[in-house]
């Protein structure tokens, strides 16, 4: 497995694609990738220096906690406040700014608030303490969603008392569909997420390249693998076609995992989702089943949420949907850093103004 | 956050489809609920403690040997396969 790893990693075969890259992207191109790992890689692997002048890499709303807009990060803290209550949640949600504060900053004010590595562990925390109220807070994308509905499952089966999920998940194809149809945006081909297409397959995305005429590739996360997605979807528009291809075929196949898609459809239905900086974007989220009410942290742990508000100056939002790069924004570099950092796409690690200020000599671009 | 680990499956799973996995030398526990396929000595893709796909290991080799080749053609070739040819050799899995 990791001499294969390793053959994706090769500065050879990766030459060998910018070469051709080169050779065939004549017409100016805007390419978007919607996943946080990619934003990542392609920052830290440098692909944007390798690229031709005619092909400009964006990113988007890839980053499912950059997308949390404030009022559902509102909704979590106000729950972590209450008497009795455990919040359980990735590690990658800690810092992410509300209006008003993040579970970080409550967590220092005592709120018991606790980071798992699997929804699992917080059942596991739930049957340990009988005395708290466990709250799973679930974000994330299609390919988090099916660890978290059979979680569900799994904590009916057992009939445990005293958890419940907090859903902030949602899905991809349809923030890609409004992207299109958005007048600012302008992309000509999406490097389609690896590891929610695990899960999806091409069938959700195929509306992109029929009724746009937008093509997509499903790209993986090594140096080579992204340059194959990006030579392919120059190939593509070179050749004239708009198709839906997957670049990353050991991990992704054509009809996704169909196990994965029916957990998700058995714990959760589609509802509407706000996404920062996109607004509400109809049928994106996922909420639980009615059927599953007793384990919905919604109905089990009702809160009065204040009324939300924006940080000042943030750009975020149009950095999310691709509209300015992250250098463009007033804050950053200066009044947000690392270090201090004002938007969620400079706290997330994953967010393009961290990637951003990480790996790029920025002043170049 | 969508990101997931390769892993070797070590153990067979038990009675509630929990396995143990290695990855990269370190063990642990993770559910084969969604990849009911998956055997012993299988590579998945592990995410928030679940195997949410096997890995198409034979594939990877495939597509790498492919990849290797590239590149190697003369340049006239892949002008003529760029200029209209309908049979896109070496792409894979479109």
């Given at each position: 497995?990791?001499?294969?790893?390793?053959?994706?990693?090769?500065?050879?075969?990766?030459?060998?694609?910018?070469?051709?890259?080169?050779?065939?992207?004549?017409?100016?191109?805007?390419?978007?990738?919607?996943?946080?790992?990619?934003?990542?890689?392609?920052?830290?692997h440098?692909?944007?220096?390798?690229?031709?002048e005619?092909?400009?890499?964006l990113?988007?709303?890839?980053?499912?906690?950059c997308v949390?807009?404030?009022?559902?990060?509102?909704?979590?803290?106000?729950?972590?406040?209450?008497?009795?209550?455990v919040?359980t949640?990735?590690?990658?949600?800690?810092k992410v700014?509300?209006?008003?504060?993040?579970?970080?900053t409550?967590?220092?004010?005592?709120?018991?608030?606790?980071?798992?590595?699997?929804?699992?562990?917080?059942?596991a925390?739930?049957?340990?303490e009988?005395d708290?109220?466990?709250?799973?807070?679930?974000?994330?994308?299609?390919?988090?969603?099916?660890?978290v509905?059979?979680?569900?499952?799994?904590?009916?089966?057992?009939?445990?008392?005293?958890w419940?999920?907090?859903?902030?998940?949602?899905t991809?194809?349809?923030?890609?569909?409004?992207l299109?149809?958005?007048?600012?945006?302008r992309?000509?081909?999406?490097?389609?997420?690896?590891?929610?297409s695990?899960?999806?397959?091409?069938?959700?995305?195929?509306f992109?390249?029929?009724?746009?005429?937008?093509?997509?590739?499903?790209?993986?996360?090594?140096?080579?693998?992204?340059?194959?997605?990006?030579?392919?979807?120059?190939?593509?528009?070179?050749?004239?076609?708009?198709?839906i291809?997957?670049?990353?075929?050991?991990?992704v196949?054509?009809?996704?995992?169909?196990?994965?898609?029916a957990?998700?459809?058995?714990?959760?239905?589609?509802?509407?989702?706000?996404?920062?900086?996109?607004?509400?974007?109809?049928g994106t989220?996922?909420?639980?089943?009615?059927?599953?009410a007793?384990?919905d942290?919604r109905?089990?742990?009702?809160?009065?949420?204040p009324?939300?508000?924006?940080?000042?100056?943030?750009?975020?939002?149009?950095?999310l949907?691709?509209v300015?790069?992250?250098?463009?924004?007033k804050?950053?570099?200066?009044?947000?850093?690392?270090e201090?950092?004002v938007?969620?796409?400079?706290?997330?690690?994953?967010?393009?103004?961290?990637?951003?200020y990480?790996?790029?000599?920025?002043?170049?671009? | 956050?969508c990101?997931?680990?390769?892993?070797r499956?070590?153990?067979?799973?038990?009675?509630?489809?929990?396995?143990?996995?290695?990855?990269?030398?370190?063990?642990?526990?993770?559910?084969?609920?969604m990849?009911?396929?998956?055997?012993?000595?299988?590579?998945v893709?592990?995410?928030?403690?679940?195997?949410?796909?096997?890995?198409?290991?034979?594939?990877?080799?495939?597509?790498?040997?492919?990849?290797?080749?590239?590149?190697?053609?003369h340049?006239?070739?892949?002008?003529?396969?760029?200029?209209?040819?309908?049979?896109?050799?070496g792409?894979?899995?479109?």
């Open positions: 497995m990791n001499d294969i790893l390793a053959g994706f990693r090769d500065p050879e075969v990766a030459r060998r694609l910018v070469d051709e890259i080169h050779r065939i992207a004549v017409e100016p191109c805007t390419l978007m990738e919607v996943c946080g790992t990619h934003t990542m890689a392609i920052a830290k440098g692909l944007r220096g390798v690229m031709p005619t092909i400009k890499l990113s988007g709303p890839g980053c499912p906690v949390t807009a404030n009022p559902d990060i509102d909704l979590a803290i106000e729950i972590a406040r209450q008497p009795g209550v919040l949640t990735f590690g990658d949600m800690m700014p509300g209006s008003y504060s993040s579970l970080s409550e967590k220092s004010e005592g709120r018991d608030i606790r980071i798992v590595y699997s929804p699992l562990d917080s059942l925390i739930a049957e340990r009988p708290k109220h466990v709250v799973f807070l679930g974000v994330g994308f299609e390919t988090t969603a099916p660890t509905a059979l979680t569900i499952r799994e904590a009916a089966r057992r009939k445990l008392p005293n419940s999920a907090l859903s902030l998940h949602k991809v194809p349809g923030a890609l569909e409004a299109v149809v958005d007048p600012e945006v992309v000509t081909g999406f490097i389609l997420p690896g590891h929610v695990t899960i999806i397959g091409t069938g959700p995305y195929e992109l390249a029929r009724e746009y005429g937008v093509p997509g590739v499903i790209t993986g996360f090594e140096p080579v693998d992204v340059l194959q997605g990006v030579w392919m979807l120059a190939k593509q528009l070179a050749e004239g076609r708009a198709e291809e997957i670049a990353y075929g050991r991990g196949h054509a009809e996704g995992n169909p196990s994965a898609v957990a998700i459809d058995a714990s959760f239905e589609r509802c509407d989702a706000e996404w920062r900086g996109i607004g509400v974007i109809p989220g996922l909420a639980l089943r009615p059927e599953f007793e384990y942290a109905t089990r742990v009702p809160v009065a949420v009324e939300p508000r924006e940080i000042k100056g943030c750009q975020c939002g149009d950095v949907r691709g300015v790069l992250p250098f463009d924004c804050l950053f570099g200066r009044a947000c850093t690392p201090h950092p938007g969620p796409c400079m706290v997330s690690s994953e967010g393009s103004c961290a990637a951003y990480r790996y790029t000599d920025y002043g170049k671009e | 956050m990101l997931a680990i390769p892993a499956i070590v153990s067979e799973p038990n009675e509630i489809e929990m396995a143990e996995v290695d990855i990269l030398g370190v063990k642990r526990h993770v559910s084969l609920m990849t009911p396929d998956a055997k012993l000595g299988d590579h893709l592990v995410h928030a403690g679940f195997a949410i796909q096997v890995v198409d290991e034979e594939f990877a080799a495939e597509s790498l040997e492919m990849l290797n080749s590239m590149g190697i053609k340049a006239d070739e892949l002008a003529a396969e760029l200029d209209g040819s309908d049979e896109t050799a792409v894979p899995a479109s």
